[in-house]
């Protein structure tokens, strides 16, 4: 069962992306993202297990890229968390010598898997990083393998909000669990003009017929979810 008591932490804005719709990447470019000291996370992780707080959710960022994130990962498992969400656009977690010392940790973890697009032309015209896809197929290849839960999450914006139709034939082979898509929300997009916001988001009318589309394409009961839509 779903832990009702749960902390989401952010570990920093350090991210290897400059996805066009988020303030980490555009704070890394401009060097206002640097690495967090590990004991007030430890602190705020600490009180909040002893609030009685059961599931703890891991944000950036990128959170896998902060010096102290294994050290977080040790301490969230000796407190006793029930459920631990590493929220990742996988940069490490390609690596299947990372995800091993993770799960050495002996965490019970949910992989949020940052998808910013459902195709490799998608999602890299969103994150501007090459290879950005690439390391994500084989982040869900490495989590299968190891029998982990994996989710994805996906912000929706003009350069990959057609892709989405290509969700379930991505997606399904690899045993994931939930789709989460966000609307874009101004608040989080960092410093970008009028005319950035308004070229970033899509027309409802247009996102449509591809939402349909995905939602046809995942079978009856599969988890998914959106957000902020309509924006208000």
């Not at 009685?52 to 000796?78: C, N």
């Not at 084989?138 to 029998?147: F, V």
């Not at 988001?201 to 995942?218: C, N, Q, S, W």
């Amino acid at each position: 069962m779903e832990p009702t008591q749960q902390m989401e932490i952010q570990l920093g804005h350090m991210c290897n992306n400059r996805c066009v719709f988020c303030v980490s990447g555009q704070k890394t470019e401009l060097r206002e993202a640097l690495p967090l000291q590990a004991d007030p996370i430890l602190k705020s992780i600490s009180d909040a297990r002893a609030q009685g707080l059961r599931k703890l959710t891991l944000l950036g960022g990128e959170p896998t890229i902060q010096p102290s994130f294994i050290k977080v990962l040790e301490h969230a498992v000796a407190l006793g968390f029930e459920e631990i969400v590493i929220f990742t656009n996988g940069v490490k977690t390609a690596r299947p010598s990372f995800v091993d010392e993770v799960l050495a940790t002996g965490g019970n973890y949910t992989f949020r898997l940052s998808f910013q697009g459902a195709t490799k032309a998608a999602h890299e015209a969103t994150t501007h990083k090459d290879g950005s896809f690439d390391r994500l197929v084989r982040t869900m290849e490495n989590l299968k393998a190891r029998g982990q839960r994996l989710t994805v999450n996906m912000c929706v914006v003009t350069s990959n909000y057609a892709s989405v139709e290509h969700f379930p034939s991505l997606i399904l082979p690899y045993g994931a669990r939930q789709l989460h898509l966000d609307m874009i929300r101004p608040l989080d997009a960092g410093e970008r003009t009028e005319d950035e916001m308004r070229a970033m988001m899509p027309r409802y009318a247009d996102l449509v017929p591809h939402l349909t589309k995905m939602i046809e394409g995942f079978p009856p009961g599969f988890d998914v979810n959106i957000g902020n839509l309509p924006y208000c």
